[in-house]
């Protein structure tokens, strides 16, 4: 009874379409600051990606989720949030961070820590901050872009933001091939902005997700 219980959940769960994409995309402009990332993976999009899902529930209603390395969710009832977290299970696809809505990161939560495992942290007030005007201090003009050839100078930085803000180091054996990719593609990118000092990255942001409104 339980594995076809589980059938019927994951039903309201399926991989984006070409045919969905106007759908999905309305429903994360319903908030294009929150919904930024979800966005940017929809302006990527080709078919077929697992990672793109559309979520519906018993009367119709559809929410949207990206289930990569980045878990996040748009217009998701907790009923939705069920079905997508039995799909989870089920996939056994895995995540390291749930991000977004409050209401909607805590339901989720709720239903995959049981095979996701304990947290590492978890920040139940956290501002979503933005800027839409010009900044009252004037730009550093020292600041620039790296470039992939700066990409041993730029490592050490990177890992050391990510292990103050995420909570673990990303140059671990497990994990170091993949976190080093991912610098070196956001070098490449041109998404990279650095001061340096002494030979020494003293301030480092990148542009980790990009749309037509939001740099992130």
């Known amino acids: 009874v339980s594995v076809s219980l589980l059938m019927v959940r994951s039903s309201y769960v399926r991989p984006l379409t070409p045919a969905d994409l106007p759908t999905a995309q309305q429903l994360a402009q319903q908030n294009p600051i929150a919904n930024c990332l979800l966005i940017s993976k929809l302006a990527e999009f080709e078919s077929p990606d697992p990672l793109l899902l559309l979520v519906s529930d018993r009367t119709g209603n559809l929410g949207l989720a990206y289930v990569g390395i980045n878990t996040t969710t748009a217009n998701c009832s907790y009923e939705m949030l069920t079905h997508l977290a039995d799909y989870l299970g089920q996939t056994q696809i895995l995540t390291s961070s749930i991000i977004g809505n409050r209401e909607e990161v805590f339901g989720l939560w709720e239903q995959v820590s049981s095979f996701l495992g304990p ?3 978890i920040r139940a007030d956290q501002p979503l901050m933005s800027l839409t005007e010009k900044p009252l201090i004037e730009p550093n003009p020292n600041i620039r872009l790296a470039t992939p050839a700066e990409l041993e100078l730029v490592l050490p930085a990177a890992a050391a933001m990510f292990r103050e ?7 671990r054996p497990a994990t170091s091939a993949v976190y080093r990719a991912r610098v070196l593609e956001l070098l490449q990118l041109g998404r990279t902005y ?9 301030f480092k942001a990148d542009v980790g997700v990009l749309t037509d409104v939001v740099l992130q």
């Not at 803000?165 to 140059?171: Q, S, T």
């Not at 650095?194 to 003293?202: G, P, R």
């Open 119 to 121: 947290a590492r942290l």
């Open 194 to 202: 650095v001061l340096i000092e002494d030979d020494q990255v003293v």
């Open 165 to 171: 803000e995420v909570g673990i180091a990303p140059l």
